[in-house]
């Protein structure tokens, strides 16, 4: 893990609320990606926020049925 400045804004929305399965509600990280933010290279913050783009497509599709 890097110690660098990244380029990379975090996603947080400071409306942190965890649910069962450790995502938090605000800005849909997993605990364990909140956790390594500010340690995470620019690529792994870069990963982060593509899964969490897949997680926020995810729950919009479970609140359309």
């Known amino acids: 893990m890097s110690n ?9 929305v400071r409306n ?17 990606e909140i956790l ?7 690529q792994q913050q870069l990963d982060i926020v593509k899964a969490i783009s897949v997680r926020k497509l995810i729950k919009a599709k479970s609140e359309l049925r």
């Open 4 to 12: 660098t400045l990244s380029n990379v804004e975090s996603p947080c």
């Open 16 to 32: 942190c609320c965890l649910d069962d399965k450790d995502m938090c509600l605000g800005c849909f990280r997993m605990l364990d």
């Open 36 to 42: 390594i933010w500010g340690t995470a290279s620019s």
